[in-house]
């Protein structure tokens, strides 16, 4: 009789301790959208409901994140962990950051054609040069290969290729040599990679490019005057408005490999409790992987989650697998080298062994 009293009573003390035992307080600050908010909230919740923490998460701007994190934790306000952009500046790095980073959403660059155009799409480099100078029309309907092409009539392009972009170009020089942001980068590839871009730029076989290339990349593609591009994930939901059939491919592959930068967001700690510790670790889980492809349809570089997305042949996942992660530094270089340098080699300003020397240069004094 005593047990059938004990127990009841039992069970409603441990529940009523689970519901009002303290909790500690995880603080996540984050640049994620309203809708990416919310799968995270999913996500943490379930982690809350096995431990006995809170979690307290504030979404601020993209723009200026790690500005507004220091001014933050400079006002005395706590924060545990933070996603920010892969390229984290080195002031803010060498300041906060506890232990190395957690890659939480990740991104690259895939080729992206316009299926009713281009069938099958180029697999290598070679097959894209060819289809480059096969595919862009003067206004009589030559193309390169005949005899009577106007290079100073183009009607119609084959592809937008960013030239003054390190982001986009990396593409093509990293495909040909898988050592180009190395010291070991091989100046015979090198130079034929740079002698390819400035045939194609010196006999207009891709347009010439404002400073604001990518609004104009897109344009032009959503209404059909480029056939083909280099583009992220981030545009998809944006062509598909377009009414455009587009097909996605892996980068056309070089003498190395099929090239493409990592972009994206990483999980950083700046409170080393015990608490946070964990929090954090559980953020670097598989389950938290498919859980933020679930609800975000973001992809962290799991190798199991890019195994199984691949297999559902997800071409981003496939690309990822072979893409390079660019950190602050690489993509400093990156632009200082192709938004300037790059473009003085294609209005012949400089040859091709000093275009070759300011690379190396930069790689070994960055």
Same mark, same amino acid.
């Given at each position: 009789m005593k047990l059938k009293i004990i127990i009841p009573l039992l069970i409603i003390i441990l529940i009523l301790s689970y519901f009002f035992l303290p909790r500690k307080t995880i603080t996540i600050v984050t640049q994620m959208s309203e809708d990416e908010k919310n799968g995270l909230e999913?996500? *943490?919740?379930?982690?809350?409901?096995?431990? @006995?923490?809170?979690? =307290?998460?504030?979404?601020?701007?993209?723009?200026?994140?790690?500005?507004?994190?220091?001014? &933050? &934790?400079?006002s005395g306000q706590k924060i545990d962990i933070a996603r920010v952009d892969i390229k984290t500046p080195k002031w803010f790095e060498e300041k906060y950051i506890k232990t190395h980073p957690i890659l939480q959403s990740v991104d690259c660059l895939v080729m992206l054609y316009n299926k009713k155009e281009v069938q099958p799409p180029p697999k290598t480099l070679n097959e894209l040069w060819a289809f480059i100078e096969e595919n862009t029309?003067?206004? /009589?309907?030559?193309?390169?290969?005949?005899?009577?092409?106007?290079?100073?009539?183009?009607?119609? $392009?084959?592809?937008?290729?960013?030239?003054?972009?390190? !982001? !986009? +170009?990396?593409? &093509?020089?990293?495909?040909?040599?898988?050592? @180009?942001?190395?010291? /070991?980068?091989?100046?015979?590839?090198?130079? $034929?990679?740079?002698?390819?871009?400035?045939?194609?730029?010196? =006999?207009?076989?891709?347009?010439?490019?404002? =400073? /604001?290339?990518?609004?104009? +990349? +897109?344009? *032009?593609?959503? %209404?059909? #005057?480029?056939?083909?591009?280099? /583009?992220?994930? !981030?545009?998809?939901?944006?062509? %598909?408005?377009?009414?455009?059939?587009?097909?996605?491919?892996?980068?056309?592959?070089?003498?190395?490999?099929?090239?493409s930068p990592i972009g994206g967001q990483q999980w950083i700690l700046l409170n080393n409790s015990k608490t946070a510790?964990?929090?954090?670790? $559980?953020?670097?889980?598989?389950?938290?992987?498919?859980?933020? $492809?679930?609800?975000?349809?973001? &992809? *962290?570089?799991? #190798?199991?989650l890019l195994n199984t997305l691949q297999k559902n042949n997800n071409i981003v996942a496939a690309q990822l697998k072979l893409a390079t992660k660019i950190d602050e530094r690489l993509n400093n270089i990156l632009f200082k080298f192709f938004s300037k340098i790059f473009v003085d080699y294609l209005n012949d300003k400089i040859d091709e062994n000093?275009?070759?020397n300011y690379w190396t240069n930069l790689i070994k004094e960055n």
């Open positions: 999913k996500i *943490m919740k379930l982690y809350s409901l096995t431990h @006995f923490v809170k979690f =307290n998460i504030e979404r601020i701007p993209f723009s200026g994140h790690f500005s507004r994190i220091d001014e &933050i &934790i400079n029309y003067d206004i /009589n309907g030559n193309n390169f290969k005949s005899s009577k092409f106007d290079k100073n009539k183009i009607n119609e $392009y084959a592809i937008y290729l960013p030239y003054n972009s390190g !982001w !986009w +170009m990396s593409t &093509i020089f990293g495909s040909e040599d898988e050592n @180009f942001l190395t010291v /070991n980068v091989n100046k015979e590839r090198f130079i $034929y990679t740079a002698k390819k871009i400035k045939h194609l730029y010196k =006999n207009h076989l891709i347009p010439k490019i404002s =400073n /604001n290339f990518y609004d104009e +990349m +897109m344009k *032009m593609f959503e %209404q059909n #005057e480029v056939k083909i591009i280099f /583009n992220g994930p !981030w545009s998809f939901s944006s062509i %598909q408005k377009s009414n455009i059939d587009f097909g996605i491919s892996l980068i056309p592959k070089g003498k190395d490999t099929s090239f510790e964990k929090v954090f670790k $559980y953020l670097s889980t598989d389950k938290v992987a498919d859980l933020f $492809y679930k609800y975000n349809k973001t &992809i *962290m570089p799991k #190798e199991k000093v275009l070759f």
